[in-house]
């Protein structure tokens, strides 16, 4: 179940950084060193400072990102930059963002929930970890003792009914605000009332949660709570280390919008439409489509207009022909990925991976082919135009379904399945790992 808690966030003191679009950050490991030494330069107080401290040549042991991190966070907090709410609350945190043209509003709320082991309660991930950003994040846990970016978690909720209680709290009550560098609008409200607090907080008890983004931050909460529990610090259920910040968003929220990871793929040297074509013969129905970004844009339409995720558009560099391939063999599939469910063997990205890249094109490439990703087709579209990859291929974005499916059955999907955009923010609060 979902066990969550109202808590105290620390805040940046508007009086004292002036603009807060100039003080947040996307998260983490979103950030190249472009927009790192931009986010610094932007603001003295930008959260830059504390969630990814530059690296020095001069770093030691004891002089580090990590310390570095703590040690401004320990001035600001000093020096109320960073001030605490006297009072535990919700927050309702609202994005306002635009895809191809169309705005969008997703709705959620920020509070304290309790950390579960995958596998033991209600919380599910849906997507693997890697160790690096795991041992990453936890120097900066262990440096600083605080949450410094959500979590982003979905739960069930048909009728949005947890959403519609903390909007009716909200009424007329001005948000905080801040706009990103994506042009994102971010909004936050504070909901100390105890009643409805009490009210959200039993609506959400029975419900599970599914990990949309944050696995590695979220495992990272565990291994650092295994760590206070050894020293000793952890004294009872409450005790701070116990809870991990998340945002939480209803499945059926109209605003949660997944977007698709398309596949740029290096390694295939010179492969042409009619070499995929026969690669794919025997397990794929082949439509051609056509050639250029006329092309690609009816080959995107058209499984856009199916819905399923059977359905993979490819594009290649040599021939600049597109042609669009549905799976009619489920049996090889069946056979190559036997240890897992229908549903994850069923994915776009499962069946491009497992039985495309890994097995019918792996004789023409002679090894592995290496994959980048972009969300949107016109940055496919400009990858072959730069003849930054050999073979470009459209994949169907998963649905909430599959989220819920494939997780709840206690598997992972393959990586980069699914992109929830906008990420959330880091600055707007944070969560205190301290017991006091």
């Not at 040690?71 to 306002?96: C, F, M, N, T």
Request: hydrophobic share 40%; with cysteine.
């Amino acid at each position: 179940m979902a066990n969550i808690r109202a808590f105290r966030a620390h805040r940046y003191d508007m009086g004292r950084v002036g603009n807060m679009s100039e003080v947040v950050a996307p998260p983490y490991d979103v950030i190249d060193e472009k927009l790192q030494e931009h986010l610094y330069n932007n603001n003295p107080y930008n959260v830059i400072r504390l969630e990814l401290n530059k690296e020095l040549p001069t770093d030691t042991e004891t002089n580090n990102r990590y310390t570095r991190s703590a040690a401004v966070l320990r001035d600001w907090i000093a020096e109320d930059i960073l001030i605490r709410d006297g009072s535990p609350a919700l927050y309702v945190y609202e994005q306002e963002y635009v895809v191809e043209g169309k705005t969008h509003l997703r709705k959620g709320f920020m509070a304290r929930v309790r950390l579960e082991p995958f596998g033991t309660g209600k919380i599910f991930p849906h997507e693997e970890t890697l160790a690096g950003p795991k041992a990453d994040r936890l120097k900066l846990y262990q440096s600083t003792n605080m949450n410094l970016s959500p979590v982003f978690g979905l739960y069930p909720d048909d009728n949005c009914e947890v959403m519609a209680k903390l909007e009716k709290a909200v009424g007329q009550a001005l948000p905080m605000e801040a706009t990103d560098h994506l042009g994102t609008i971010s909004r936050l409200w504070t909901i100390h009332d105890h009643s409805v607090v009490s009210a959200v907080t039993g609506l959400m008890g029975p419900k599970p949660v599914f990990i949309a983004d944050g696995h590695h931050r979220y495992e990272t909460g565990l291994k650092y709570l295994e760590e206070k529990k050894a020293a000793g610090e952890v004294l009872d259920s409450e005790a701070a280390p116990n809870f991990i910040l998340m945002m939480l968003v209803s499945m059926s929220d109209p605003g949660l919008l997944i977007l698709p990871t398309h596949r740029l793929v290096s390694g295939l040297k010179g492969i042409t439409s009619a070499q995929v074509q026969k690669a794919l013969e025997g397990h794929f129905k082949i439509e051609q489509v056509g050639t250029g970004n006329a092309a690609a844009l009816d080959a995107w339409e058209s499984i856009e207009a199916d819905g399923g995720q059977d359905l993979l558009a490819f594009g290649t560099l040599a021939d600049n022909t597109w042609i669009l391939g549905r799976l009619t063999d489920t049996a090889a599939m069946d056979k190559l990925a036997a240890a897992h469910s229908g549903d994850w063997r069923g994915l776009g990205v499962s069946i491009l991976h497992v039985l495309v890249l890994d097995h019918l094109l792996k004789e023409k490439a002679g090894h592995n082919p290496s994959c980048k990703y972009v969300h949107l087709l016109g940055e496919a579209q400009d990858a072959l135009a730069k003849k930054e990859c050999d073979l470009a291929v459209l994949v169907a974005p998963a649905g909430m379904d599959h989220v819920e499916e494939i997780a709840g059955n206690l598997e992972k999907m393959p990586p980069k399945s699914t992109y929830f955009y906008p990420k959330l923010l880091s600055g707007l609060l944070f969560n205190s790992l301290k017991n006091s």
